[in-house]
């Protein structure tokens, strides 16, 4: 224990903390166990508060998160919360739960309180995301989908901190993610293949699709576009993934497809949705384009990331330069492009050194 008492620090000894063995009250102490030491005596002190779990560090992010992000990305990290970090029995029994719940089950977090977390407990967790097998492209997705969970526990523990509802992170600040298991995407459609995915989509579905293509637009972008967004030879994002809007400008195709679907409609509109006048939600979507990449004969279904990543392709094939197309899409740097785009890029390359370098025969 450390206590400033006027000008100088008093230091006193409770006991050890120890990852490997159990706590138990006297000589191995855990968090709890030092605080009622420390208050033993009833003298106040101001020590951040114990008793908040980890249930409760999710729902205060994902209720904080709900200012500044959509209902849709809200939802997905609370599934992802409820599911895989701190799963409950529920109104089921043990011997109704698969395999996969009960392991989930097995290594929840749910209860756990935040000030008593160690490393170990972490790391346990985190790993148990990740199966024991030999296929390595097996492991390395569920390594990914390790990390993709982790970022949101790591950032309500994050925000547990900096509100001073726990005293340290050090608990979760020596956990790093598995390295080297993200993969771009790097699936992309020929042109060809384009036209037919949007002849054979639904009307309204279709549109989408192009919209996508014509602009490179993600979908929270296009499912956010209004129809003052549009311009005559433009489209303006106002809310990206990056938080910085910008404009996009379209091929004379381009123009007269966005120019037909605002045509004397209202500036506050959204510009795409589909014909029941409901958004377009990713599941929909999802559902939709699975079902016109099965009538186009695309196989396997593509992702509607997809599309974006295809917009770029095909530009980066035409010979756009890789800045130009980091800006169309909206990227912060090169950085991100040249990841998403390093295979077309050695292509790029290898074409180059046919064409350019001479022969020395």
Known sequence: MRERVGEVYRKGYL????????????????????????????????????????????????????????????????????????????????????????????HSLHGKRVGELTPADLRRWRDSRVPTTDDREKRRRAQNTANRVWSILRAALNLAFQNERTPTDQAWRRIKPFKNVDRPQTRFLLAEECRRLIQAAEPDFARLIRACLLTGMRLGELVALKVGDVGPDYVTVRHSKTGLPRRVPLNSEGARFFEELVAERDPEAPALTQADGASCTPMRVSRGLRLACQDAKITPPIQFRQLRTTYGSLLLNADAPLSTISELLGHKDTRMTRRHYAHLLSEKLKETVDEKLPSFG
Request: no cysteine.
């Open 15 to 106: 006991g050890r903390t120890d990852d490997l063995n159990e706590a138990d009250g006297r000589k191995i102490l855990s968090f709890s166990d030092a605080v009622r030491r420390i208050l033993a005596d009833g003298t106040p002190r101001g020590l951040a508060r114990t008793d908040l779990t980890v249930d409760q560090a999710i729902d205060e992010y994902l209720d904080a998160k709900k200012v500044r992000s959509s209902s849709q990305d809200v939802l997905k990290e609370r599934i992802a919360a409820d599911t895989l970090i701190v799963p409950v029995l529920g109104p089921r029994r043990l011997n109704q739960l698969s395999e996969q719940e009960l392991h989930r089950l097995k």
